[in-house]
């Protein structure tokens, strides 16, 4: 009896040591934050990210510890007995095959929307069934199950989609990227005087160099500032984003900056700003404010006014950019490159030398009054004094009569060039598009239409010419130190895209991750502004990754990677699958070949050109209309 008993009590024992859960590898936040960093790719902003390995062989989950290990490689290598090369590894272990050794994901914790989502690689080709594997074995280690979500960032994740189990909760980029109340978009720090913007009319005239801004919304003339803290989500490649990068100075989103009473009471002191990726600092500082440091020696610039004739676009070169400017010398380019890559460039272009601005701008009378404006100290002048001189300026430019017979040869190098009436004039300046000052958004493009009363030609060609003393173009140049008397404008003119089905711009180099393949592009529905768009609309926003068999980088290639859709477009992209990877092999050789012929000492991955394109509204036809260095 005793016997029996005794073996009862073994069997019940045993029955109760298979029922009870294993130990989840992380089984609460503080785990999790021990293997966590930042995510290789920084997309967004209060992100931290464990990198997993499934293991096939023996069916184990790895939660890898960053502190240790940089690289899903890294950690198979040393821990898991992998003795394959890099290469090998890539082609193995992100392909689609049910041969591979390791399956490998990120798992991202949005602190913003208090949600964990699992995400491949840009160029993980898993299959559906190695997918779902994945999900729930991670799914049963972690305490965060039933905040385990699978992130919809990636083309190839988009397609298996449809076949995913229902049990299986989805994230979208568009959730991700609504819902962050903080994004950095110029990591700097900076000293200066918090003024807060409730009216940017009646405060835009007292606003100086030395103050960091707290405002709603970017004014579509952005003045000289120490740093800008603003409550709407901006575009890395928006004008705002673009000269903080420029000008040095710490810029960050913060949605719930008017209703953080801390930061409010900073109101009129001095402090030391700091943006980072995961945060902003703003700390009491007891500092003297000395403004803008600029370069004692003024910078000259190239200027030839001896070229007197109207160019068509191909005869453009790219040395003519002292008597044409960069943006024209640049389209000059593009055309060469279209004569073997496949895109397009716009029609009837041709190029306005710099001599027909300056023999306007000397009958015009402004020459005295450009004079006596450069012999004063106007870095430290106040905005209204500044503005009424300038705008004396452009009144005079716009005023005077434009010559008849320079006027009769544009319309007939329009004539002759095709059937297009309507054109688009664009700054061509030596002051843009150059190494160290890219100018955006600092000059003016109109469009103007032959025989048309309501946009007619001369008003457009003069309206460009003024731009070159608008008060942001000036007091950029002037930060800067660029010696105004060496500037000129230039334009370039080409046909319009009044049915545009889609516009945007391109970044060749990877904005999230550094020394690594992916270009960033915006893009947008018909011609809403990407740069500057509506308050409101967002455009879409992803790294796309061109095929391997052009770029010569294995598994990398051919890939979408979203960071979010268009506000405009109904949760989808505004390009499709095949035109942003056509895109991508079209920026890809644009890339080298200027590299090839500008640059042998500059690393291809951290070197990126700024590409303006189109999608034509009839064919969706690939038009690139502008390409310069990206500053960053």
């Known amino acids: 009896m005793m016997k029996s008993i005794c073996i009862a009590f073994v069997l019940i024992w045993n029955l109760l040591a298979c029922s009870q859960v294993e130990p989840k590898q992380i089984a609460k936040f503080e785990d999790f934050k021990a293997r966590s960093s930042q995510p290789l790719y920084q997309k967004y ?31 198979c290598e040393t821990k898991l007995g992998y003795m394959k090369s890099l290469n090998e590894f890539n082609d193995e272990n992100y392909s689609g095959d049910d041969s591979r050794s390791f399956l490998l994901a990120n798992i991202n914790y949005y602190q913003a929307i208090d949600k964990f989502a699992l995400e491949l690689g840009p160029s993980d080709r898993m299959n559906l069934k190695q997918l779902e594997k994945l999900f729930f074995e991670v799914k049963k280690d972690v305490y965060f199950a039933d905040k385990l979500y699978l992130m919809m960032s990636t083309a190839h994740v988009l397609e298996l989609q449809p076949q995913l189990s229902k049990e299986i909760p989805i994230l ?52 000289m500032v120490a740093g800008v803290v603003v409550t709407v989500f ?39 700003y700091s943006v980072e990726q995961d945060t902003f600092r703003i700390e009491i500082a007891n500092v003297t404010l000395n403004g803008i440091e600029r370069s004692k020696t003024p910078i000259k610039l190239k200027c030839d006014y001896t070229m007197d004739t109207l160019i068509a676009a191909q005869f453009i070169k790219e040395r003519d950019s002292k ?143 003024a731009s070159l003393w608008s008060y942001g173009a000036f007091m950029e140049r002037e930060a800067f130190n660029i010696d105004h008397s060496t500037v000129a ?35 947008q529905l018909g011609n809403e502004n990407v740069v500057n768009p509506t308050s409101g609309v967002y455009c879409d926003q992803f790294i796309c990754y061109p095929d391997e068999n052009v770029s010569g980088y294995g598994r990398n290639g051919g890939s979408i990677d979203i960071i979010t859709y268009s506000s405009l477009n109904k949760g989808k992209l505004v390009m499709t699958d095949a035109e942003i990877k056509h895109f991508a092999d079209v920026l890809e050789q644009i890339k080298r070949q200027y590299l090839r012929k500008h640059y042998t000492d500059k690393t291809y991955f951290n070197f990126g050109l700024d590409l303006e394109f189109k999608l034509d509204g009839k064919t969706r036809q690939l038009y690139i209309k502008q390409m310069r260095i990206f500053n960053n």
């Open 45 to 75: 902003g209060q992100v931290s990210s464990v990198k997993v390995v499934y293991d096939t062989r023996n069916k184990k989950m790895h939660f890898i510890y960053s502190s240790e290990f940089t690289y899903h490689h890294e950690f």
């Open 234 to 272: 901006q575009t890395p490649l928006s004008h705002v984003s673009l000269l903080g990068q420029n000008r040095k100075i710490p810029v960050c989103t913060y949605t719930k900056l008017f209703s953080n009473k801390e930061l409010l009471a900073l109101e009129g002191k001095t402090v030391k």
């Open 489 to 523: 404008m230039g334009i370039l003119a080409h046909r319009s895209f009044p049915e545009e089905a889609v516009n945007g711009v391109a970044i060749t180099t990877n904005l999230y991750r550094d020394n690594y393949l992916g270009f960033v592009v915006n893009a």
């Open 323 to 465: 008597s044409i400017g960069n943006k024209a010398a640049n389209f000059g380019l593009l055309i060469e490159y279209s004569a073997k890559v496949d895109f397009k460039t716009p029609e009837s272009a041709f190029a306005i030398p710099f001599s027909f601005y300056k023999k306007h701008a000397t009958r015009s009378g402004i020459d005295q009054l450009l004079a006596q404006l450069l012999q004063k100290d106007n870095l430290n002048r106040d905005q209204v004094s500044i503005e009424k001189e300038l705008i004396l300026i452009r009144e005079k430019i716009m005023s005077t009569p434009i010559d008849a017979k320079f006027l009769a040869d544009v319309e007939k190098m329009i004539l002759r060039l095709g059937t297009y009436k309507r054109l688009r004039f664009r700054s061509s300046t030596n002051a843009e598009d150059r190494q160290g000052f890219s100018g955006a958004g600092l000059y003016t493009s109109k469009t103007g239409e032959l025989g048309s009363t309501e946009k007619p030609i001369d008003q457009a060609i003069k309206e460009v010419w």
């Open 172 to 223: 979208t980029p568009g959730e991700v990227y609504a819902n962050q109340t903080y994004q950095p978009l110029s990591k700097q720090t900076n000293y200066g005087r918090v003024v807060i913007v409730r009216n940017w009319k009646e405060q835009a005239k007292d606003i100086r160099s030395t103050d960091i801004l707290f405002l709603e919304d970017i004014p579509p003339s952005f003045p």
